[in-house]
């Protein structure tokens, strides 16, 4: 199972450093992607990081803001948000592609956390 931990309540402007811990049963060999849902809006890839730690991706809403990382000793993928604005509230999700290409369709994945809500507001 992977585990999102880290959201709150910040302001705009405001840097938050979200993690995706896992467990061992899920595995290896997979990419693991960050995806985000606003109430009332469908589930958005955020970003995506390969097994080995590269390459990683992020849509183009976060990209120079946001940042995927991996501890691999660890066994976490972190987010870093950096400059945030009330556009990125929403609850965040991790999951996992065993695809192993580092998909953006939310199709891809499994393993799938509960979430950890980011709200953003002044």
């Known amino acids: 199972q992977l585990v999102e931990s880290g959201g709150r309540s910040v302001q705009p402007g405001d840097s938050l450093r979200l993690s995706c811990a896992a467990s061992?049963?899920?595995?290896?060999?997979?990419?693991t992607g960050w995806f985000r849902q606003a109430p009332g809006r469908e589930r958005e890839f955020v970003a995506v990081?390969?097994?080995?730690?590269?390459?990683?991706y992020h849509a183009n809403s976060v990209r120079g803001r946001f940042t995927i990382s991996k501890d691999h000793a660890k066994d976490t993928v972190y987010l870093h948000m950096t400059n945030l604005t009330p556009e990125d509230t929403a609850v965040y999700y991790c999951?996992?592609?065993?695809?192993?290409?580092?998909?953006?369709?939310?199709?891809?994945?499994?393993?799938w956390g509960q979430g950890t809500q980011v709200t953003v507001s002044a």
């Open positions: 990081i390969r097994w080995r730690g590269s390459p990683k």
């Open positions: 999951a996992a592609d065993f695809t192993g290409t580092g998909s953006t369709g939310s199709r891809d994945y499994s393993n």
């Open positions: 061992a049963d899920v595995g290896s060999n997979y990419a």
